[in-house]
């Protein structure tokens, strides 16, 4: 049997060095989350004392099934799914077809068309807020979820982007190939360009829910009946006219990332993936 290979001390040093930076950077990025943990589990009067309580004692479990029954939280989880899968399922159709015909179809005028695509990336949302309001007002439109999912099937410059970088790091030689067998760009888009970005898509698909889901301003804007609330409106309910009740909304909150912590990790090594991988051409 051949020899084990012996590591230098220095590179052992190197590396114990850079997991230490690591593990120490990591614990700092989990304290607001252990944070929020602990403070769903006090009584009121352990919130704001000092010094600060990490450990609640007593343990109040109560405080979850108070908050999930204090407002109606299911109807706006609901609510948040249909809105962020919807996203999520138009951004991935609409930007990789974009990337798509932007990297792999020769048509007149695409190399003016993607820089304007990303000069709409120097537009901040607040700027454009009140125009599409008013657009969508006209259209009758408010009040409904179709403003916050429309946009999402009509493309974003900054998806459309990731998935364009991406989508150049795909050898033309493929669809030279499917072209001379017959293959038009519908069918080169399914079964080739698709498959080959599948990394990056995912991460489309992961940034957009995670946004749409977090998302406040734009339910804020468009939605007005109670019953129609995403959860991130719904967590206003715990806001008093005089206080906040911190200790419930910290319980709310906490269901409120366990869907993002458990999407996360199903599609770690493809989000990671995409995000490494994209910008490789220019």
Not at 74 to 91: E, K
Not at 205 to 211: A, D, E, I, Q, R
Not at 215 to 240: C, Q, W
């Amino acid at each position: 049997m051949a020899a084990a290979k012996k590591i230098s001390p220095r590179k052992i040093a190197k590396r114990t060095l850079l997991y230490t930076v690591v593990i120490f950077l990591s614990l700092i990025y989990i304290i607001p989350l252990i944070w929020m943990l602990s403070t769903s589990l006090k009584v009121y009067t352990q919130v704001f004392v000092y010094p600060p309580v990490w450990i609640p004692n007593p343990i109040v479990w109560e405080n979850y099934h108070e908050a999930l029954t204090k407002i109606d939280y299911l109807g706006y989880t609901i609510n948040t799914l249909i809105i962020s899968l919807s996203c999520m399922v138009g951004a991935m159709i609409s930007c990789s077809m974009v990337a798509f015909s932007l990297t792999k179809i020769d048509w007149f005028g695409k190399k003016i068309i993607f820089p304007i695509v990303l000069a709409t990336m120097m537009l901040p949302y607040q700027v454009t807020m009140i125009p599409v309001y008013i657009i969508w007002r006209k259209m009758g439109l408010t009040g409904t979820y179709w403003p916050l999912i429309i946009p999402s099937f009509l493309g974003g410059s900054y998806y459309v982007f990731l998935l364009r970088q991406f989508a150049m790091t795909v050898p033309n030689s493929l669809f030279e190939a499917a072209t001379i067998d017959g293959a038009n760009p519908g069918k080169q888009y399914l079964t080739i360009m698709l498959p080959l970005i599948r990394p990056a898509i995912t991460t489309v698909g992961v940034f957009t829910f995670l946004g749409n889901w977090s998302d406040f301003l734009g339910p804020l804007i468009y939605i007005n009946r109670a019953k129609d609330y995403t959860l991130t409106l719904g967590l206003y309910a715990f806001v008093n006219e005089h206080s906040v009740d911190w200790h419930l909304m910290m319980a709310a909150s906490m269901v409120f990332v366990i869907p993002v912590i458990i999407i996360f990790f199903f599609a770690q090594k493809q989000f990671i993936e995409g995000i490494t991988l994209t910008g490789i051409k220019g």
